[in-house]
T-cell receptor, first 111, second 116 residues
Framework: GENVEQHPSTLSVQEGDSAVIKCTYS??????FPWYKQELGKRPQLIID?????GEKKDQRIAVTLNKTAKHFSLHITETQPEDSAVYFC??????????FGKGTLLTVNP | EAGVTQFPSHSVIEKGQTVTLRCDPI?????LYWYRRVMGKEIKFLLH????????ESGMPNNRFLAERTGGTYSTLKVQPAELEDSGVYFC??????????????FGPGTRLTVL
């Protein structure tokens, strides 16, 4: 089955800096990669996703890149703000049609 | 549109007791998923319903876990008897279609289960 590795497990940045979270996956047939953000005490919410037919997608301050050859994808947050502080999960939809999640990254943005 | 709701938000029970978690999906969503996150680990798939049928229950840890979705609306997940390693946050999610790539999975707020 699919295996998703996510790094780092924790990330602390200063407000205004960029943050990058990286994930690798094992199932070469995976073709959909969502990112979820979970703020403290709240539900995970989809913030951005990418399909295998594109290499990059951007939505304001967040972007996701995908390298299918290397089987890795990354979340980039620019000009970080304190409200970006949360746990971020990457996931991959594999050939079994299930979402497999990474272990999460706790991002802390210090004012 | 109301989101996915889960009840209770927290549950603290003793080892050997029974607990039943409930999930109400978004109205009209045929697909309902249960996930679990143990402290510091990944959100792990447990099972998937399409309407009232179990489409995939390959993630269920063992036969102490029983999920039902009578009538294809809300779902329950019962743990009987609970063990210490069952502690974690249980999430429910729902979607219209079965492929995450075409139909977003919307998550509930989760039930935090603590087994003492």
């Amino acid at each position: 089955g699919e295996n998703v590795e996510q790094h780092p497990s924790t990330l602390s940045v200063q407000e205004g800096d960029s943050a990058v979270i990286k994930c690798t996956y094992s199932d070469s047939a995976s073709n959909y990669f969502p990112w979820y953000k979970q703020e403290l005490g709240k539900r995970p919410q989809l913030i951005i996703d990418i399909r295998s037919n594109v290499g990059e997608k951007k939505d304001q301050r967040i972007a996701v890149t995908l390298n299918k050859t290397a089987k890795h994808f990354s979340l980039h947050i620019t000009e970080t703000q304190p409200e970006d502080s949360a746990v971020y999960f990457c996931a991959a939809e594999g050939s079994n049609y299930k979402l497999t999640f990474g272990k999460g990254t706790l991002l802390t943005v210090n004012p | 549109e109301a989101g996915v709701t889960q009840f209770p938000s927290h549950s603290v029970i003793e080892k050997g007791q029974t607990v039943t978690l409930r999930c109400d999906p978004i109205s009209g969503h045929d697909n309902l998923y249960w996930y679990r996150r143990v402290m510091g680990k990944e959100i792990k798939f447990l099972l998937h319903f399409v309407k009232e049928s179990k489409q995939d229950e390959s993630g269920m840890p063992n036969n102490r876990f029983l999920a039902e979705r009578t009538g294809g609306t809300y779902s329950t997940l019962k743990v009987q008897p609970a063990e210490l390693e069952d502690s974690g946050v249980y999430f429910c999610a729902s979607s219209r279609g079965r492929l995450a790539s075409t139909d977003t999975q919307y998550f509930g707020p989760g039930t935090r289960l603590t087994v003492l």
